[in-house]
């Protein structure tokens, strides 16, 4: 089943502990990126990877990091959480232009709370 | 800077009407997105859509290039369309920009 996997699901954390949540596609996509999304705010791009070793900051990148070191997979770091990273985040990947669907596919969605 | 505006933002809906969500962008998109949030959180993609319309069951989307909006429509609504709808637009191969979402309740 083509999809697009994320874990943890949930995490609950303290300030300045460093966690990597991680994402990975199935479906060999070019393109893969990283949402946060709040209340009021809606969905906002936090770093995104035209493919391997390929990665650019999207519009709010602070306080986070990122890898592509394989085409699969897609890690979110933080090095030293904190409160206001409290969010939901999405990883999502999808074909670059040219194939014959361009549509995007969502993982399950990472709740975390940074105490 | 490209900018996607959706209305309404929030919508509650007997079951049986016809519903229709709009979506305005600014110049540049080349492309809109559809996407349906679930109360679960999940997110699933509807439609992409460059031009004209597309149609998934009882859900259509149309887009009208020269006027730089997007709707979606759903018909026969049902309390299970119950979501949170998002349009996304997007200008070649570049991050999307999302609008703030509708928020859709579709009573019994």
């Known amino acids: 089943e083509a999809q697009v996997t994320q874990n943890p699901r949930y995490l609950i954390t303290v300030t300045g502990k460093k966690l990597t949540v991680t994402c990975s596609q199935n479906m060999n996509h070019e393109y893969m990126s990283w949402y946060r999304q709040d209340p009021g705010l809606g969905l906002r791009q936090i770093y995104y990877?035209?493919?391997?070793?390929?990665?650019d900051k999207g519009d709010v990148p602070e306080g986070y990091k990122v890898s592509r070191k394989e085409k699969r997979n897609f890690p979110l770091i933080l090095e030293s959480p904190s409160p206001n990273q409290t969010s939901l985040y999405f990883c999502a990947s999808r074909p670059n232009p040219g194939t014959s669907t361009y549509e995007q596919f969502f993982g399950p969605g990472t709740r975390l709370t940074v105490l | 800077k490209n900018e996607v505006e959706q209305s309404p933002q929030n919508l509650t809906a007997q079951e049986g009407e016809f519903i229709t969500i709009n979506c305005s962008y600014s110049v540049g998109i080349s492309a809109l997105h559809w996407l349906q949030q679930h109360p679960g959180g999940g997110i699933v993609s509807l439609f992409m859509l460059s031009s004209g319309k597309k149609k998934h069951g009882r859900l259509i989307a149309t887009i009208n290039i020269q006027e730089k909006h997007s709707s979606l429509h759903i018909t026969a609504s049902h309390p299970r369309d119950s979501a949170v709808y998002i349009c996304a637009g997007r200008s070649g191969n570049t991050p999307l920009v999302f609008g703030k979402g509708t928020r859709l309740s579709v009573i019994a």
């Open positions: 990877s035209m493919n391997v070793e390929v990665t």
